[in-house]
């Protein structure tokens, strides 16, 4: 079959799809002159490039490829990657047929065939990618995309033995969830070695360490969820975890949070670190992680000790605050709402966070790409093809659990006693933009009701039809399953769904997830999950290399409107208020079985105080969990807007996404969450607390200065507001040290002076307040010579502002700088300042000077001997 213009991928989409999802010749041996092929032109195993292109010339292994902009690359075949599909025709021909094949009879076969083909034909329904590059071409490759293995056994055999099962999943394309909370906490006995344990959250970094591995060495990477409960002892250290550079890289982590965790913060009580006791008997045997039911067979638990439970919350925001992590999951709640409640209780979930799964569970997943069920003649949602594709993708997905290969026969096992399928959306925000409803406003709020309301009605309707003809999950029992606090909902509002229910029987145990859709998205063109555009016009970080990347519905609008503003319904992740994004989160999950994939994107001047606001917003509106993302609150991003690898712009939930994200959920009544979510009150109008001060705009151009100080190496960052200096960031020590915390305070006190009015030179008067302050050391001779941050700050500014000087006189590109400047990207930088701040220096507390060395495991002053472990 011809492809057809519509169809067509170009650019980043046609990378990502060869890359991806096209079915692969592994043999590139059989490379020949016309095959399209990628090949690999940047071979940098952080920030690789590949290209499209067409091979032109074969002599042995070389190669030369054209690529599709028209350049001449000389290769070798080993650095190809050879396609047997060229097109998504192929592709969907082949997944169809794939999906159909598990039917009974061979006219069964056939009709599913078609009618698959057609839900995937034009991107109405995407699926997951598993399931895109394994149905049909591998025997070997999952088309499941979220497992979570069973908490590891507390000893060394059961750890190693979580490893491997962990690895072989990983290997063969599933990212991992694993609840730590199975292990004994750090320095507790183990008799068998008359020795102590390491801890949870050391084992955590094994887990991930390992993951790194499995993501330097596949095509895809390794994908690691690690969560830890709020009861455990070693909880404040698994917060904290990742303030140590080089620590838990590979990972991602959420915290456990129960409902009396909550009562205690809201309450201000106090709350017990405890374990079971690894002396009883039966410990090994019984055993699981679960503390509750060893509570329940009267077994006995160790009291720790007792901290406030305000102090651990305030631990867990402060974190999130710094660097996005970790996230929350109120898993007691999300528990209530399950509808395995009274058989499969959630234990964690996927590295995404989207999909809650019971220990062995497993979830397939695929979203339909809502912006193609828009109808242009009504200016409203095409209901009816919505209705169709919705129900036919949830019987794909449903034969995707008996045509996937199973690895692991506990998998085989929980999936087809409860199959869980997971069928979400991408395009959201294409589709509200073309019927310019903003999102995160009342009017959405409403709207997002209605439209995920259908698609959860119509999924559950069409899985009890699938029930009536195939039969229900072996575990339905339609008056428990009925008293999930989801069905309660459900029910409640959509009627025929519960007699459905209890008439039919039901096939999945849940029907509904939304991902988050980086790479599919992006790949068909669309908005990803259920975010708002990141933004207009960006660049995307990815294994295949920088791309710009142009949104067509926002360029289409600029190209019939020259020279006016985008409307005020083309809004993207950084227009939104944060709890605008919770708001969102909170209408969709209270139709979404399982959870959701959202971040909530923050400024950086985001404090820590609205961040806790935030997380209790999460928790009050009924959410099942929470994750947030500050601007320029990591060091390397996926997506950003300035052509610069790694600068610091906000983050979307995009391709392998290094946040847990997960979701909100709410069971009330729409009138309930209408007035919980405050839907008909206008959004609040922006603070401007003085007239005199200039706003920061989106996007700042400036440079990035390399500079010795006696607290170690600083990356001091000056972007430029009308051709002067308007903002200044500090990248100074260890996140979480007090030398961190001051470098961050100076930049932020600074960039509000170079803000705010218009008297005499304010570079100038900052330079000369800042230069030649002084501490206990300095480094450097002569004019080099740096007495302390502040010194350096101001040396930053002067060549800042002479090399504009220049810059401005001359119509040349700037002059290289004896700092480091614009040409070496964030992330560079990022990358030299953990090595050479293995040994950085923070304050000492009891003699004032930079003199605090980190120094096997303790922090000690190298100046007076202090020592915070004596």
């Known amino acids: 079959m011809e492809t057809t213009r519509k169809n067509r991928l170009e650019g980043l989409s046609e990378k ?3 890359d991806r999802y096209a079915w692969k010749n592994a043999d590139t041996s059989k490379t020949k002159v016309g095959d399209v092929v990628l090949v690999l032109t940047k071979d940098d195993p952080k920030f690789p490039a590949k290209e499209v292109g067409e091979v032109i010339a074969r002599e042995g292994n070389r190669v030369t490829v054209r690529t599709r902009s028209g350049e001449n690359v000389d290769s070798t075949v080993e650095k190809l990657t050879l396609t047997i599909e060229k097109t998504p025709e192929e592709m969907w021909n082949r997944l169809a047929a794939a999906m159909a094949s598990v039917e009974e009879t061979k006219e069964k076969q056939q009709e599913w065939t078609e009618r698959f083909r ?3 034909d034009d991107w109405k329904l ?8 394994g149905a049909g071409a591998s025997e070997e490759l999952t088309l499941f995309n979220c497992y979570v293995i069973p908490s590891p056994h507390d000893s060394r055999g059961g750890i190693m033995t979580t490893l491997t099962e962990m690895t072989e999943i990983m290997a063969r394309g599933g990212g991992v969830g694993i609840n ?13 070695v008359n020795g102590s344990s390491s801890g949870a959250v050391s084992w955590g970094g ?5 993951t790194g591995l499995i993501e330097q060495g596949g095509s895809r990477r390794g994908a690691l969820m690690l969560m830890i409960n709020d009861w455990h002892p070693d909880v404040e250290d698994f917060i904290t975890v990742k303030q140590t550079m080089g620590q838990v890289t590979n990972a991602n982590l959420s915290v456990c949070v129960s409902n009396d965790f909550m009562r205690a913060v809201k309450e201000d009580l106090d709350w017990d670190l405890v374990f079971p006791d690894t002396k009883d008997p039966e410990y090994d045997k019984l055993w699981d992680g679960d503390l509750e039911k060893w509570r329940q067979l009267g077994k006995k638990v160790i009291h720790y000790r007792t901290v406030r439970a305000r102090d651990v919350w305030h631990t867990i925001i402060e974190s999130a605050w710094k660097s996005a992590e970790p996230g929350v999951v109120f898993m007691e709640y999300y528990n209530q709402m399950s509808n395995s409640w009274y058989f499969n209780p959630i234990i964690c979930t996927n590295p995404c966070g989207e999909q809650g799964l019971p220990g062995w569970g497993v979830c397939n997943l695929s979203a339909m790409n809502l912006s193609k069920f828009y109808d242009e003649a009504n200016h409203d949602v095409d209901w009816k093809e919505l209705s169709k594709v919705t129900r036919w993708s949830v019987r794909f997905l449903d034969n995707v659990i008996d045509k996937t290969p199973y690895h692991f026969e506990e998998n085989e096992k929980n999936q087809k006693k409860e199959r869980r399928v997971g069928l979400g959306t991408m395009g959201l925000a294409e589709l509200m933009i073309k019927l310019e409803i903003r999102y995160g406003s009342p009017e959405s709020l409403e709207f997002l009701d209605k439209l995920y309301g259908f698609i959860a009605k119509e999924s559950y309707l069409a899985s009890t039809e699938i029930a009536a003809e195939k039969g229900s999950f072996p575990e339905f029992i339609a008056e428990k399953y009925l008293q999930s606090g989801f069905m309660k909902n459900m029910a409640e509002v959509y009627p025929e769904v519960g007699e459905a229910v209890s008439k039919r029987g039901i096939r999945n145990v849940t029907v509904i997830t939304q991902a988050p859709t980086g790479s599919t998205g992006t790949m068909v063109g669309t908005s990803t999950g259920i975010e708002p555009y990141f933004a207009f016009e960006y660049f995307r970080q990815s294994r295949l290399g920088f791309d710009k990347q142009l949104v067509p519905i926002a360029q289409s609008w600029k190209d019939e409107n020259p020279g006016q503003e985008l409307p005020d319904y083309f809004v993207t992740a950084m227009d939104l208020s944060a709890k605008d994004h919770i708001r969102v989160q909170a209408a969709i999950q209270r139709w979404v079985d399982s959870s959701i994939s959202k971040t ?10 609205e961040t806790k606001e935030l997380y209790e917003m999460a928790f009050d509106l009924g959410c099942k969990g929470v994750t947030i993302y500050r601007d320029g609150s990591r060091d390397v991003q996926v997506l950003s807007t300035e052509k610069k690898d790694g600068e610091k712009a906000a983050e979307t939930a995009a391709e392998n996404t290094t946040e847990a994200e997960v979701e909100a959920i709410s069971a009330e009544p729409f009138s309930a969450l209408n007035q919980a979510l405050n839907s008909t009150v ?9 007239k005199q001060y200039k706003r920061r705009p989106q996007v700042l151009r400036g440079a990035t200065y390399k500079v010795n100080t006696p607290f170690g190496m600083a990356y001091i960052t000056i972007n430029d507001l009308n051709g002067s200096p308007a903002e200044i960031f500090l990248n100074v020590g260890k996140a979480g040290s007090d030398v961190f915390a001051m470098a961050e305070a100076l930049g932020r006190v600074c960039s509000l002076f170079l803000r705010y009015g218009d008297h005499g030179n304010k570079v100038t008067l900052l330079i000369k307040h800042l230069k030649g302050i002084g501490g206990s050391g300095a480094v450097g001779f002569g004019t080099n010579r740096v007495e302390s941050i502040a010194d350096a700050v101001a040396k930053s500014l002067e060549i800042h502002t002479q090399a504009g000087e220049e810059w401005a006189a001359s119509a040349e590109p700037a002059p290289a700088l004896s700092a480091t400047v614009e040409e070496e990207a964030v992330h560079l930088a990022a990358v030299k300042y953990k090595a050479e701040n293995a040994l950085s220096r923070d304050l000492c507390p009891s003699c004032g000077s930079a003199s605090l060395l980190n120094i096997e495991g303790c922090k000690t002053c190298s100046n007076c001997g202090y020592s915070k472990c004596s």
Do not use: K, M
């Open 180 to 192: 730590l909370s199975s292990l004994r906490p750090r320095r507790s006995v183990v008799q068998g």
């Open 126 to 133: 995407v699926p997951g990618g598993r399931i895109a590059a």
């Open 682 to 690: 206008a959004p609040q109008e922006e603070l401007v607390f003085d």
């Open 206 to 210: 094994l887990f991930s360490y390992t």
């Open 16 to 18: 990502i799809f060869l």
């Open 600 to 609: 909530a994107n923050c400024p950086s001047d985001f404090t820590v105080e």
């Open 118 to 120: 057609y839900i995937l």
